[in-house]
């Protein structure tokens, strides 16, 4: 009987890691995003998990799609919950500079 304790408290208190550890993260980061996605609003240019940047034509958050021009002439449909994130101009050139420009990670870390 004592064994029977002890494993089911090992058990319950893996169990307990794993939630916090894994399930806990990413609960949380899919409310942020669902939050995100709720402030958009057309005209506002975003990235997209494949990395297209676009404008938001028209979007039914209820539905979970938006209409995104990419080009003139291309409108395409795609799931709210691909948008990543804003499109900032001078964020993405310094990502991109990070690793070929020495001291170029301290100016990522200072605009968050």
Do not use: C
């Given at each position: ?6 494993f089911?408290?090992v ?21 942020k995003h ?7 609003g ?35 449909r ?10 900032l101009p001078?964020d993405v050139s ?10 170029i ?8």
């Amino acid at each position: 009987m004592q064994e029977f304790v002890a494993f089911s408290i090992v058990i319950i208190l893996l169990l307990a890691g794993y939630w916090s550890l894994v399930i806990f993260p990413k609960q949380r980061t899919f409310k942020k995003h669902n939050q995100y996605v709720r402030t958009l609003g057309v005209g506002d240019e975003v990235i997209t998990y494949g990395g297209i940047i676009g404008q938001i034509i028209s979007m039914d958050v209820d539905s979970g799609v938006a209409e995104v021009k990419i080009a003139e002439g291309v409108i395409v449909r795609m799931l709210t919950a691909s948008l990543s994130r804003p499109y900032l101009p001078e964020d993405v050139s310094v990502n991109a500079r990070i690793g070929i420009e020495p001291g170029i990670e301290a100016q990522a870390e200072r605009r968050g």
